[in-house]
């Protein structure tokens, strides 16, 4: 449809939100030697924007006349995109500020979204300055798209926007006790997996979702009388309350002191290896993990991984994934289904929960896709 596809208007100017620390440290040396060259050639004007700490983005965007901007670029890792998502979706006028397209030029140590991004893209694998240079070009073709985000909701009121991934376990262990390594870059995650490996652990929990293929099985036939059916799995509801500039609504999830519909799975195991709702394919530049999964695909692809795996069976998994091939090895502690809406309630605050690859407090939490709720530069 129309609304899906657009270009970056020329001459164009960019906010470049560039965050020193992120990667090994060289984001903003790259950018002048490897980004800013192409650009001028592209006719795109950029104005700097450097973070002098975390959250100075999130203000930046949030309080901005965006009108001066035809695109805002993020040149750091996914934890600088989190911020900007976030602070636009804070502003009274979210919904046209979320038309702006957002570009993310690999500055970080963690660049899923740029992976996945190449991926999408049909460009060959590639990392580090390759992988710099081609989501640069992307950006210098100005072709945006939109993007599905993901509404989370935590236990104790936190409400997020997300772009990636939200996790629970293993990989989200890996991410976060492997920040010590940033100057390793994309390495570091290497490193980690190695670590936690060692260290194996186990997270209780009960985890449920609603799977895209309970709205086309019709194994609920709809009444012809009585009450309307509830299509496509939403709760009704109550009409007329959403103020102007209020948030999107989480019409798929009921409060989370209340149980999960009747039409949503409830797992039966509740021990994990790892839980991961992944929405693009990559989950870092070298990690295939949703081969399947596009920019707008309105699907949350859900992993999980039942405890009783082997070390030698998860390294498997992990090296395969390099591949996006882990799902070829039918390992019957690994399961995948794409779904609209999840929630994780931990029996225990244990572990790190993540999203979008940063760190959250372990509580119950629960999600659902909001489809095509933002525009990216995506080549
Ligand atoms: P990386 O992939 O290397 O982790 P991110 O973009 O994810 O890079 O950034 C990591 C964190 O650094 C983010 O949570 C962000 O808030 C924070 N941050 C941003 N600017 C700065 C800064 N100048 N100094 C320290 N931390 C910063
Ligand atoms: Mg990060």
Redesign the pocket.
Known sequence: DGDSYGVLPRPCHALVLL?????SGRALDDFQAVVQPMLAEADIATTVFV???????HEKVRDEDLSQWDTLVVM?????LF?VVNGLMERPDWREAMKKPLCILPG????ALAASINYYAGYDHVAKKKLLTNCTFILCKGLYTQMDLVSLSTASGKRFFSFLGFGWGFISDVDIDSEKY?WLGSARFTLGTLQCLAKLRVYQGRLSYLPVAAEQGGSAPAPRDGPAPVTNGHIPQPAGTAAPGSLPPDSLLPPLGQPVPAHWTVVPEEEFVLVYAIYQSHLGTNLLMAPAARLHDGCIHLFYMKAGISRVTLLKLFLAMSRGTHLDLNCPHLSYVPVRAFRLEPRVPAGVMTVD??ALACEPVQGQVHPRLCRVLSG
């Open positions: 965050n020193p620390q992120s990667g973070t002098e700490r975390a959250h100075h983005a750091s890792g996914d934890g600088l911020e970080g140590s963690g660049n940033r690859g940063e």
